[in-house]
């Protein structure tokens, strides 16, 4: 990390250092490589990416966003849909994903007027807020911080990704196994569609405990491009089990169809966290518009791609909840049924889950690691950056083991973080940026509106999602002590 310090052209800093930093990475940075560093500052009227003649196309672009937005969210959908009930669920999909489409936007005009103002390439989220809190006379002081709070997101955000990686690996292997000796070849083993596990195995913790030194190895990859063959893999493997998700899905649906049109008051805040989680994607959206080769055509991909997203969110979550019903679990793949078929549609998941393990950790040791290297000397940096990525694995897993229930972990971590970063923020930085030249009301009122969603699901999505932990947890202490005296 450089030490120099300088104004950046900031009329704000004037009479004041600014201590040079790297931007904070995000998933974007990785998802797409930057193939040519940030040219000189440009004048006011153009705004230079760091793509150039040589970005990303529209078609890789838009590859980038599908990737950054789908992920083991998707697969928790059916579970959010039943939560909300078989028509409010996928309104309020539709919604929210209306929302998040236009915070996604927010942020972006939000980057180009600051870099504008501010005469930079370009910024980062953790810039734009940063910056747009200077617009602030009484804020100014404290800018420093909304960058900080932005990139303190990030890693809780990555790092409960990793975390639900952790319980849904655990669960999908442990599934495999048990049901190992009775798979068969054909897919219509029962009436519920339901695997049977008839062969007991390890609790789901011990598997995760075995997946931690292979994750310890795997974050040690000195640069991911030696993981790109392997994440191409993945990602068609991934695909690949998603289709074959869609046609099971698709092609069991029970007639007639008797299913809840609304669900329990009780259980929406756990839908709005599964929810949020899955459309939490707005970290890849700067750095993908900054290095793509004609950005102009941004904002198409942007309504395109997520367009895509919302529509696969809202389609898998209604007829994964229409197949399957009352039975449906965390992630659609544990209802798939007993036969080799679709055990290797979870094996294949689980493969793609692993991989990108690497590239959702990158973001938080990207932000952590750095700023421990910068307190020790030099001959101690490769130990302690080993070290510090070893922890923060760890770390992950005992928080897995703590709370294994896959839907409750996404639902807690959507509604912790990923509120913030996909509701509150973007319309909070729009008023901030733009609140000295006229504001219309109307937009501060529905920016205030977006945000206290935001600020509303995030208190009972967390509140609900804690108390859900505590009492299955109970429950499950109390029928052990209950065995025990059996």
Excluded at 231 to 244: C, K, P, R
Excluded at 326 to 349: A, D, F, H, R
Excluded at 396 to 416: F, K, M, N, Y
Aim: aromatic share 10%; proline share 6%.
């Amino acid at each position: 990390m450089a030490t120099g310090t300088t104004n950046n052209g900031d009329p704000h800093s004037e009479g004041r250092s600014v201590p040079i930093m790297s931007p904070s990475p995000s998933e974007g940075d990785i998802l797409c490589p930057s193939p040519v560093p940030p040219g000189p500052s440009r004048s006011q009227n153009q705004y230079e990416r760091i793509g150039g003649e040589s970005g990303t196309t529209f078609f890789q672009t838009l590859i980038h966003l599908l990737k950054g937005n789908i992920g083991t969210g998707l697969l928790g959908l059916p579970l959010a849909v039943k939560n909300a009930g078989l028509v409010l669920g996928p309104i309020s999909l539709l919604c929210m994903g209306v929302v998040a489409i236009h915070c996604m936007r927010l942020l972006v005009d939000c980057s180009h007027h600051l870099s504008v103002q501010l005469n930079k390439p370009f910024l980062n989220y953790g810039d734009a807020v940063q910056y747009g809190m200077e617009n602030v006379s009484w804020l100014r002081r404290h800018s420093r911080w909304g960058r900080r709070i932005v990139n303190l997101f990030l890693i809780i955000t990555q790092l409960g990704f990793c975390c639900v990686y952790f319980v849904f690996l655990s669960d999908n292997i442990k599934q495999v196994v048990e049901a190992a000796n009775t798979t068969t070849v054909s897919c219509q083993v029962n009436n519920t569609n339901q695997t049977q596990l008839v062969v007991p195995s390890f609790d789901s913790r011990l598997y995760m405990l075995c997946f931690l030194p292979a994750f310890i190895l795997l974050v040690f990859t000195p640069n991911l491009k030696y993981l790109a063959p392997l994440s191409l893999v993945a990602n068609i493997a991934m695909s690949a089990s998603l289709v074959l998700i869609y046609y099971y899905s698709l092609t069991n649906i029970p007639y007639p169809i008797e299913l809840p049109k609304v669900g329990r008051a009780r259980d929406y805040p756990l839908f709005f966290g599964m929810a949020i989680f899955a459309f939490e994607g707005i970290g890849v959206v700067l750095p993908l518009e900054n290095k793509m080769g004609k950005p102009q055509r941004f904002t198409l991909v942007l309504y395109l791609g997520m367009g895509l997203v919302t529509f696969l969110y809202i389609s898998l979550g209604t007829v994964g909840y229409i197949c399957f019903g009352e039975q449906i679990k965390g992630s659609i793949t544990l209802n798939l049924p007993n036969c080799w078929m679709y055990q290797v549609v979870k094996l294949l998941y689980c493969f793609g889950i692993f991989i990108t393990f690497a590239l959702q950790f990158y973001v938080p040791a990207e932000i952590l690691v750095p700023l421990a290297l910068s307190r020790v000397s030099e001959r101690w940096e490769t130990a302690v950056d080993l070290l510090i990525r070893t922890a923060l694995v760890i770390f992950t897993c005992a928080l897995a083991v703590l709370i294994p229930e896959l839907d409750l972990v996404i639902s807690l971590v959507g509604s912790v973080s990923s509120s913030f970063l996909a509701l509150i923020f973007p319309p909070v930085l729009q008023i901030l940026t733009y609140h000295t030249e006229g504001l219309s009301p109307w937009v501060v009122i529905k920016n205030s509106i977006i945000s206290l969603v935001g600020l509303i699901g995030f208190v009972t999505g967390t509140y609900i999602a804690i108390e859900e932990i505590i009492l299955r947890n109970g429950h499950k202490h109390s029928d052990a002590f209950t065995y025990m005296i059996q």
